[in-house]
């Protein structure tokens, strides 16, 4: 189940391809003896820097698991996770702001965490906050925002912690489409401007290959690796456009017969 | 295309706020929660004294012994304009005060301690639940032989009824912190202390403020029945005056001082509901 990926590479081969995240045989198993459960099983994967990576699948194919353990919330069962010195922020389906925190206090947390001076906090969350477009916001409450908005404040949370590596678990999936379409072209902005290598959980087809330079399928229980697709379309693109479809259609298939190997 | 996003983004944002209804003006907000607050209460002060009044005029027992509400008004009335009835009063609230205070601050180094410490709960966490169902009243024979006759034996039961409250409030509070908000911790890299000072401790907040809320209805009523039992000489509070009017058979007195000491107990708790309601306005919990 090793993959090259090689010529998989959306960005252009010129670029140097310096590698910001390496799994090797990565696997994790939750308790022990007779009830033990293998969650992840020999997953390999290499995103380079700068890459956008969809992870799709279907339930318990160890998505969220996979993000849990780059992002060293959860020991590894075997194998190896190699983030070579990059820095790692995660961002879940729930924007999780604090409540007792204002908009700008729950951006100024994270940049206190990191050891960013008082002085410089306020002005830097301010900056962040203009990046994900909620300037004028800051003294809000995260319960006087939408749904959107609060989760545009997480993404300001995770660039506070000044991450090159952002992993994403379904950071979209409680959204309406038109909020999520809106978030895409964000995200992809603040991608290209960043730098950043994105590993981007989804169960959502379309959305895998709309934002992804590759999207990778893997198998439920145990999660495997089962197949990879290069996205080769230019940016930017739409979500309901007749080549994000049809790929979308391909990788549905896949999908499909997945999930239908489950039910016998 | 960037600025077509940037309009999209500003447009969706004020078409979501738009939805929430406008605020209405705080003057206005001020009134109506007052009245809706008020009718209620006023409802039923004036069914239990017209209960109070018809329980009188049947005769029931002789008038020496249950008067009416109107000379109880009238002793109450006469009370409120002696500086005795006043130093009574701050007597009372200065114990009150300092032995809720210790209270809280032993129940929370003892929460804190207990909530942190595995070996710790195992030891003495069903204690501290098995301390708050105990009847205050139990501690004052052992408190007098503590500390005789004095403030300390009343302080005693006060902090012993109400620091169980307070620290079983910020335990639960502790053990119910959402996982989410521990998960986004540990990502931000909050361990130890910085894990209890920017998340623990503020998340479980209203918890905290519920068992501190317990805790002074307990701390209360064990500095009444405190006053009642230890009547420390010089010390003329609120009990000990109760005590004297029964003493001098003076049952519009007696009576009198029984609506102070309610009246002071609801004032209290109207602070409390107002700090909870406060809290839960800032982290969007409160429905209106």
């Known amino acids: ?264 | 295309m960037a600025t077509d996003t940037s309009a999209r983004v500003r447009g969706l944002d004020a078409l979501e706020l738009a939805a929430q209804a406008p605020p209405e003006s705080t003057a206005r907000r001020l009134a109506t929660k007052v009245w809706r607050s008020l009718w209620p209460k006023a409802l039923a002060a004036v069914i239990v004294l017209a209960l109070w009044h018809l329980v009188v005029l049947s005769g029931w027992k002789s008038e020496y012994v249950l008067p009416g509400p109107g000379p109880v008004f009238e002793a109450l009335g006469h009370e409120v304009s002696t500086a005795a009835f006043w130093n009574s009063i701050l007597i009372t609230m200065r114990r009150a005060v300092v032995g809720f205070s210790f209270a809280i601050v032993i129940g929370t180094a003892v929460g804190a301690a207990v909530a942190a410490n595995r070996a710790l709960r195992a030891a003495i966490g069903s204690l501290i639940t098995g301390l708050q169902t105990m009847p205050s009243v139990v501690w004052f024979p052992f408190a007098i032989l503590l500390f005789k006759i004095s403030e300390g034996a009343i302080m005693f039961v006060v902090i012993l009824g109400a620091a169980p409250s307070i620290a079983n409030g910020l335990i639960n509070g502790i053990d119910y912190v959402p996982p989410t908000w521990k998960r986004v911790g540990a990502v931000l890299g909050m361990r130890g202390r910085s894990l209890y000072r920017h998340l623990i401790l503020p998340a479980s907040l209203p918890s905290f403020v519920a068992g501190t809320k317990q805790g002074w209805s307990f701390a209360w009523r064990s500095l009444m029945a405190g006053e009642l039992l230890v009547i420390v000489v010089g010390q003329l509070s609120l009990g000990a005056r109760l005590q004297g009017a029964r003493d001098l058979n003076d049952a519009p007195g007696l009576l009198a001082f029984i609506v102070v000491i309610l009246l002071i107990g609801i004032l209290v708790d109207i602070a409390f509901s107002a700090a909870d309601n406060a809290l839960r306005r800032r982290w969007g919990l409160s429905q209106a």
């Open chain 1, 1 to 264: 189940m090793t993959l090259t990926h090689r010529e998989t590479v959306g960005t252009d081969a010129a670029a140097p391809t310096e590698v910001a995240v390496r799994l090797d045989g990565v696997s994790k198993v939750y308790g022990r003896g007779r009830s033990a459960l293998v969650a992840l099983d020999g997953v390999s994967l290499t995103a380079h820097r700068g890459q956008f990576v969809s992870i799709l699948g279907a339930s318990g194919c160890g998505k969220s698991t996979l993000l849990s353990l780059i992002a060293g919330l959860d020991p590894i069962t075997a194998g190896r996770v190699d983030t070579s010195g990059h820095r790692v922020a995660l961002m879940f389906q729930e924007p999780a702001l604090f409540p007792w925190l204002t908009v700008t206090g729950n951006v100024e947390i994270a940049l206190r965490m990191r050891g960013v001076p008082r002085r410089r906090r306020r002005p830097e969350a301010a900056q962040l906050l203009e990046a994900v477009r909620l300037g004028g916001f800051e003294q809000r409450r995260p319960h006087e925002l939408s749904g959107g908005m609060r989760q545009r404040v997480a993404l300001a949370r995770a660039l506070a912690q000044d991450a090159d590596v952002l992993l994403m678990d379904e950071p979209f999936g409680a959204l309406d489409a038109m909020t999520r379409d809106l978030l895409h072209d964000e995200l992809e902005r603040i991608w290209r401007e960043r730098l950043l290598t994105v590993l981007f959980v989804t169960h959502n087809v379309r959305e895998a290959v709309r934002l992804g330079d590759r999207v990778i399928l893997m198998s439920s229980r145990p999660g495997r690796i089962q197949q990879e697709f290069p996205v080769r379309h230019p940016r930017p693109r739409r979500i309901d456009s007749s080549e994000v479809a049809e790929l979308a259609a391909t990788i549905t298939d896949t999908l499909r017969a997945e999930v239908a190997r489950h039910g016998h």
